[in-house]
């Protein structure tokens, strides 16, 4: 549910935005573009708004569950790609290589985690 609200929220944004490259521009046209003051952030009511219109401002992943979201990033192509070569590095007798690829793999688990 809250996946398909920033499903929608992001194909809109990219509609309203269309070819506009908010990094080209300057935080004041930014600010503007987005309806926004920096220095104060929304006011309530359009907070309250946004809220309703998109839902809650958490990460796509929350609520998930820790080994789910885990399972997921040990299937990827990557990771298993990873733990094919430290196996062959361990089986070829560099230990040294292993763990490095190893650690790698579990840097890369741990940081979309």
């Avoid at 309530?44 to 809220?51: F, K, P, T, V």
Wanted: charged fraction near 20%; glycine fraction near 6%; include cysteine.
């Amino acid at each position: 549910m809250e996946e398909d609200r920033h499903l929608r929220y992001l194909s809109e944004l990219q509609q309203s935005v269309g070819s506009w490259q908010p990094w080209l521009c300057t935080l004041a046209e930014v600010a503007d573009k987005l309806g926004v003051d920096p220095s104060r952030g929304l006011d309530h009511l359009e907070a309250r708004n946004r809220y309703q219109h998109f839902g809650a401002n958490v990460p796509v992943l929350a609520g998930q569950r820790l080994h789910r979201v885990l399972a997921a990033q040990l299937l990827t192509l990557t990771t298993q790609l990873l733990a094919v070569i430290c196996l062959l590095y361990s089986l070829w007798g560099d230990l040294w290589d292993s763990v490095a690829v190893c650690m790698v793999a579990l840097s890369i688990i741990g940081l979309r985690v």
